[in-house]
């Protein structure tokens, strides 16, 4: 089972800006897509970014697009989230997670993913 660490998060105030990371164990990131989600606290949890496994497709939220950007190093195993222009509403624990299958275009319904990790806590103070 994949295994999947976050990092990168942190306070800020709005305007600025943050890059998440999400290290993945094991040998067959490159064949996975990657997303990132965000849960606020009483909220449900939501897609923000995804990316297909060699990076040439992402896919975005409405509300983050032009403010985030998602990429990733297969030759590191990782995922990344750039987030700039920081606004209060995207205050949340972020997670990074991986799809079911292989080679599958990602979702943004987290009930088709089956590895996610602890999560990372963003907060931005108006």
């Known amino acids: 089972q994949v295994q999947l660490v976050e990092s990168g998060g942190g306070l800020v105030q709005a305007g600025g800006s943050l890059r998440l990371s999400c290290a993945a164990s094991?040998?067959?990131?490159?064949?996975?897509?990657m997303a990132w989600f965000r849960q606020a606290p009483g909220k449900e949890r939501e897609f923000v970014a995804a990316?297909?496994?060699?990076?040439?497709?992402?896919y975005y939220r409405d509300s983050v697009k032009g403010r985030f950007t998602i990429s990733r190093d297969n030759a590191k195993n990782t995922a990344y989230l750039q987030m700039n222009s920081l606004k209060p509403e995207d205050t949340a624990v972020y997670y990074c997670?991986?799809?079911?299958?292989?080679?599958?275009?990602?979702?943004?319904?987290?009930?088709?993913?089956?590895?996610w990790g602890q999560g990372t806590q963003v907060t931005v103070s108006s």
């Open positions: 997670a991986r799809p079911s299958a292989m080679f599958t275009v990602p979702a943004p319904r987290p009930g088709l993913y089956a590895g």
């Open positions: 094991g040998r067959t990131f490159s064949s996975y897509a």
């Open positions: 990316i297909t496994w060699g990076g040439g497709n992402t």
